[in-house]
Each structure stands twice: as C-alpha cells, then as structure tokens.
C-alpha cells in the first residue's frame, strides 16, 4: 500500500473549516484513500473514503486531487469535540484487509 | 448494533501473569483486526481474521502473544506470560467489505498494564 504524509499537527479556530492535507505520490489506481480519527483515550472512527471522485457526508468532505496524488479532509465546521488525531490511510481496493495506521495529524480546535 | 465490544476495558496484572483480551465484532462482519497502541510505536496491527481464519499474524511480537477466533462472534487476544512491556491500549476492529472498499469500526479498546 502506497505511504502517506500527514503534518504533524494542526490548530483552528471553532467554527472555522479544518483543511487537512495528505500526500500519497506513490498511490496507484485501484487504491482507497480512507480517513479515520481518534479522539483522546477513545479507538479510532470512520470518517470518510474516496476513489477518484471527491465525497462528502454528514461528518466531512474529502477532496482529492486529479492526480490522485494528494487528498484534504475538510471539517466545515470545527468544534472542539473536532480535536483528535487523523490518519490519511491508502489501501489497495480488494487486497488482504491490512489497514496501517501513521503517525496522522493532531489537530486541536481552539475556542 | 452495540458496536464492537470488547472485554476487560480495564486490567491491571503482575508480570508473568495470563492475560486474556476478548472481544465481540459487530453481526454479519466478517474480517476482525487486533490492535495494539503505545505512545512509543503508535497503532500497531497484530493480527487479523477473514471469516474466522487468521490471516496475517506478523504483527504479533512474539511467541507470548496468541489469538483465536473460534466462531465469527467471538475472539480472543492472550498473552502468557505478561510482561511490564506489553502494557499497552489493545484494540478490536471488524469491518465488512463493500464493493472493494472496506470500513473498519473499532471497540473502546482494553487498557492493560502490566507491573
């Protein structure tokens, strides 16, 4: 599965839109980029996955790029209970079921 | 659905103890993933099953760790003997597979600690 780069870390302010950018250069045409998050002491959470095409749903949208080479994560708009950890994951489409979690980015929302 | 649940969500042990993780994966999943999370290596896959069969186990660390899954509502993560390294946040997922894409849900984990 391609390797993802996520920042670090992020701020924003609440109710302002998080962007969260992740670079997958190596990625290949039948891999997922999938989103997950991990709020404090709690285990992961689905958030979003995408192809080609961009997506979005009631907890966020996910923008990729033509090239497929990098995706954002957008939270329209950041509460505080927005601040976790999120990992950017890339996964080939029907291949054994390894999902390898990085570092991600922690992301705090600031009141 | 209850979600995934897993049992102890708490245990505190002595070295050289038994330790036995279980977990129930959501109905009608039928891939289940054990994981592990410390602050040093972050989430770490130990091992994962498709349809009761383990799959993939080089996650697992070592010879002290084994895991089970006798029937596709129950698993179990064990570790004989425990040690003071082992202390950790062990997580339980299971997902289904939807048209090649495949979403994983997560129990609240079991915080173990080993003295």
């Known amino acids: 599965d391609a390797k993802t780069t996520q920042p670090t870390s992020m701020d924003c302010a609440e109710g302002r839109a998080a962007n969260l950018p992740c670079n997958h250069s190596?990625?290949?045409?039948?891999?997922?980029v999938y989103w997950y998050r991990q709020i404090h002491s709690q285990g992961p959470q689905y958030i979003i996955h995408g192809l080609k095409n961009n997506e979005t749903n009631e907890m966020a949208s996910l923008i990729i790029t033509e090239d497929r080479k990098s995706s954002t994560l957008i939270l329209p708009h950041a509460t505080l209970r927005d601040t976790a950890v999120y990992y950017c994951?890339?996964?080939?489409?029907?291949?054994?079921?390894?999902?390898?979690f990085g570092t991600g980015t922690s992301l705090t929302v600031i009141p | 659905d209850a979600g995934v649940i897993q049992s102890p969500r708490h245990e505190v042990t002595e070295m050289g103890q038994e330790v036995t993780l279980r977990c129930k994966p959501i109905s009608g999943h039928n891939s289940l993933f054990w994981y592990r999370q410390t602050m040093m290596r972050g989430l770490e896959l130990l091992i994962y099953f498709n349809n009761n069969v383990p799959i993939d186990d080089s996650g697992m660390p070592e010879d002290r760790f084994s895991a089970k899954m006798p029937n596709a509502s129950f698993s179990t993560l064990k570790i004989q003997p425990s040690e003071p390294r082992d202390s950790a946040v062990y997580f339980c997922?299971?997902?289904?597979?939807?048209?090649?894409?495949?979403?994983?849900?997560f129990g609240a984990g079991s915080r173990l600690t080993v003295l």
């Open positions: 190596t990625i290949s045409g039948n891999e997922y």
């Open positions: 997922a299971s997902s289904l597979q939807v048209s090649g894409a495949n979403v994983l849900t």
């Open positions: 994951i890339v996964r080939a489409k029907n291949t054994g079921n390894q999902f390898y």
